[in-house]
């Protein structure tokens, strides 16, 4: 029995050691800072969707906020951005760096590019940027990177179309809202004014035709009225 005991006694200050060693190293992790990176597009046409519109050959600036999650102060954040394919830098810098973010607080860092090339109908996403930051005062560095975002990127010719569209769509009440939309509003009304010129048409052969006969008729009549005097 006391053998049984002094092993209970054992486990019992075993598993209270090991829960005080877990919880410990949970406030210790908990006790450091988290820094979380939102990147986007801010000089946009009709900011209001979800992916913003960006013609090429016009600014647009691109801001990153960075945020501190995390219960102690970050040290050291630096942000490094990369522009994607066809852009150039025209203001501002790609990377940045920062003393310290406070817990709770957040900085913003701003750039501005062009985009020189590209157009496409499709979603166009940045390529994402490294932040480096020291988790706490003893130096535990981390490394993250910075949130995905998307753009469209028109060229201007598509963005003339774009309005014409939209033009195009409140002529129409809403019936036509796409090329596709056109090309078959097109398509019917050829056929309708080409149905309305062939009946226009078969009217004018078939009163032509009456005319030519009532001429020919009226000059019979002439010739037999001039034999009968």
Sequence with gaps: MKRCAWSLAVLLVLAVSRASD???DEYADSEKGHIIA?????AALEPQL???IIVQGRNCTVEVVLHNTGSSTAFDVVLVDVLPAGAQLLDGSLSVTFPKISSGSATKHRYTMLFTSG?????TYLPQGT???KADADGSQQTGLTSR???FLLTP???ITRYALYAGTWASLGICRTPGHWRNMAIFLGLVFGLLGANVGVKQFGASRNNTLRKAALQEFEKDGGKSD
């Design 22 to 24: 877990v919880s410990d």
């Design 149 to 151: 975002s998307g753009l």
């Design 50 to 52: 979800s992916y913003p």
């Design 131 to 133: 932040v480096t930051y």
């Design 119 to 123: 157009g496409s109908l499709e979603v």
């Design 38 to 42: 939102h990147k986007y597009v801010v």
């Design 157 to 159: 010719v598509q963005q």
